[in-house]
């Protein structure tokens, strides 16, 4: 999934008059034209005209269509030059999905969805779940929904079919190892579990699976879990980590940074850098290690952006997603929402990953489905073998 940065800006995160002042280097985010268009409207309106008469398709041409993709193009022009998917249009009922992931409670049976190989899977299962009370896996591909078929249909589309109020009675059709299952399951309110911890060979593992609102208090007990537990290192996995809200971000990557340190910084329409600073001290000590992979994006980013450009953790993996930006939610009347670049999004040190990413102090490579396989391993010897990328980690930490 494309990850959603919804902001919320907290006043104990805010920069200094001084510091506020400081200019962005260059802006990160051209939509210039590289050559005149005279007479824009005009030119669009006969444009329109033209095609209204004469195309294929006129017949179709209504004002509905022309507007709603004119704001698809315009949305398209204003990503930036390698993502021009960044910016989207949703439907009513896409918009729901996404603002009850942010928030972190959601009306759903608690499963991630993926793709694999152009197929519909699962990805992620949330303990205790109706999901995981009815026996879903991971890598389980999904054929239908309520007798709805997914082929074509999209991860944002899937996920909106299984957003129901509670109660709801929902059938999934699922493929597994040759064999066609129909597994039923009630929708009830979850808390997501974004933040799990455990501890492997007297190392604690954090995994983050969305920044959301709720994440904030579950990084809280499960770093005490860690502490009661006496573990001799942290590994943060933010491995095909999409994102979520920025603000979560900051304050997650501040849990280990002290107070005062400087997280990130934005700069916005008027191109003034903004500093964001830690207002509360954090663990300093324990040795950190940071898991990345090409699928770490946006917000996940951000967190690691602010641990790794002060020093406070070693990086490994393969080089992030390069989504640098701060994204805002603008809602219509008609009950559509879109995003749009709030701000640009810069570490410490005043580097920027947008379109770059962040490249990893040790480069480890492994596709999706070995780190999946390694996560699904109980026992630890065993996953410390299959995981090269965490076994890199833990040699940093020793």
């Not at 000590?285 to 980013?301: K, Q």
């Not at 670049?341 to 990413?357: A, C, H």
Request: proline fraction near 5%; aromatic fraction near 6%; charged fraction near 25%.
């Amino acid at each position: 999934m494309t990850g959603l940065l919804i902001v919320f800006l907290p006043a104990a995160l805010s920069g200094t008059p001084a510091l506020a002042q400081q200019r962005e280097p260059a802006p990160a985010i051209s939509v210039k034209l590289d050559k005149p268009f005279p007479d824009s409207k005009a030119a669009f309106e006969q444009a329109v005209e033209i095609i209204k008469k004469d195309s294929y398709n006129s017949a179709d041409l209504t004002d509905e269509v022309v507007y709603y993709a004119a704001l698809k193009g315009l949305l398209r022009q204003l990503s930036p030059a390698t993502q021009k998917e960044l910016l989207e249009l949703w439907a009513p009922q896409v918009d729901a999905p996404r603002t009850a992931q942010a928030t972190g409670e959601m009306m759903s049976i608690g499963v991630t969805f993926g793709l694999d190989a152009g197929w519909l899977v699962i990805a992620d299962v949330t303990p205790y779940s109706p999901a995981d009370e009815a026996g879903l896996r991971l890598h389980d591909r999904v054929i239908e929904i309520d007798g709805s078929q997914l082929t074509g249909k999209s991860i944002e589309d899937a996920r909106a079919m299984i957003l129901k109020p509670a109660g709801t009675r929902l059938t999934l059709k699922i493929q597994r190892d040759g064999k066609f299952l129909d597994v039923a399951m009630v929708t009830r309110k979850l808390e997501a579990l974004d933040v799990r911890a455990e501890v492997v060979d007297g190392v604690g593992v954090v995994r983050v699976l969305n920044f959301s609102a709720v994440a904030i208090k579950e990084m809280d007990r499960e770093l005490k879990k860690l502490a009661d537990a006496k573990a001799r290192g942290i590994v943060v996995d933010v491995r095909g980590t999409p994102g979520g809200v920025a603000d979560v971000g900051r304050l997650l990557s501040c849990k280990f940074l002290a107070k005062g340190a400087l997280q990130s910084s934005t700069a916005g329409h008027d191109r003034v850098a903004v500093p964001y600073f830690c207002q509360a001290q954090g663990d300093t000590a324990t040795p950190l290690a940071i898991l990345v992979n090409g699928d770490t994006a946006s917000t996940s980013e951000l967190f690691v952006a602010g641990l790794r450009d002060s020093g406070r953790a070693k990086v490994v993996g393969t080089t992030t997603r390069g989504m640098g930006t701060e994204k805002n939610v603008g809602r219509l009347k008609n009950g559509y929402a879109f995003t749009y670049v709030l701000d640009v999004m810069y570490g410490p040190k005043g580097t920027r990953w947008l379109e770059r990413g962040i490249d990893p102090d040790v480069v480890v490579a492994m596709d999706s489905s070995a780190i999946e396989a390694a996560r699904n391993e109980p026992q630890a010897a065993k996953r410390l073998a299959m995981d090269k990328q965490l076994a890199a980690a833990f040699a940093l930490l020793k």
